[in-house]
T-cell receptor, first 112, second 112 residues
Framework: DAGITQSPRHKVTETGTPVTLRCHQTENHRYMYWYRQDPGHGLRLIHYSYGVKDTDKGEVSDGYSVSRSKTEDFLLTLESATSSQTSVYFC???????????FGPGTRLTVT | KQEVTQIPAALSVPEGENLVLNCSFTDSAIYNLQWFRQDPGKGLTSLLLIQSSQREQTSGRLNASLDKSSGRSTLYIAASQPGDSATYLCAVLSQGAQKLVFGQGTRLTINP
């Protein structure tokens, strides 16, 4: 257990509504990541953060934004959810960008 | 662009057997390679991390090897148990990159 929680764990929402997922860590890790996992595509990086207010895009960032105002929290926002964003979302943390990553339990998001 | 492949996609063996899971990657300029385990509906659990300067890492019944020149890593599981049944994922962090690139995983079933 790397002290990572994600909320909510499950969410069903309608197309066009905004959604925010939260990742919370208790161990002061500098690096935090958001991934999505889909059958046939595996795990893909959405956004990552290397410090408070420091974020960058991953390979599938379109339609997503992130914010990190505190070390312990990394928020992922879908401004206007689409059915293609139905997925399982995982948060991960690491001490440095080249260090071992630890994953949270995931959030299952369904967009109807 | 780094690509990671895991073959086979699924493997079923009787309890007690020693087995090897394979991971190959296309670009040998890597920082590290990480093996994960994922149980159905759960997050990823880090099993082993091999830095680019290392040849292998061991944890209990697990041994991971790395051959950068050939672009290969193997995860050896000794004396397999039904509790080892899960999907095993390898992920590569390339030099100069901030993201892990994941393979599609091998779904392992250990039959009692």
């Amino acid at each position: 257990d790397a002290g990572i929680t994600q909320s909510p764990r499950h969410k069903v929402t309608e197309t066009g509504t905004p959604v925010t997922l939260r990742c919370h860590q208790t161990e002061n890790h500098r690096y935090m990541y958001w991934y999505r996992q889909d059958p046939g595509h595996g795990l893909r990086l959405i956004h990552y953060s290397y410090g408070v207010k420091d974020t960058d895009k991953g390979e599938v960032s379109d339609g997503y934004s992130v914010s990190r105002s505190k070390t312990e929290d990394f928020l992922l926002t879908l401004e206007s959810a689409t059915s293609s964003q139905t997925s399982v979302y995982f948060c991960a943390i690491s001490w440095r960008d080249s260090y071992e990553q630890y994953f949270g339990p995931g959030t299952r998001l369904t967009v109807t | 662009k780094q690509e990671v492949t895991q073959i086979p996609a699924a493997l079923s063996v009787p309890e007690g057997e020693n087995l090897v899971l394979n991971c190959s990657f296309t670009d040998s300029a890597i920082y590290n390679l990480q093996w994960f385990r994922q149980d159905p509906g759960k997050g990823l659990t880090s099993l082993l991390l091999i830095q680019s300067s290392q040849r292998e890492q061991t944890s209990g019944r697990l041994n991971a090897s790395l051959d950068k020149s050939s672009g290969r890593s193997t995860l050896y599981i000794a004396a397999s148990q039904p509790g080892d049944s899960a999907t095993y994922l390898c992920a590569v962090l390339s030099q100069g990159a901030q993201k892990l690139v994941f393979g599609q995983g091998t779904r392992l079933t250990i039959n009692p």
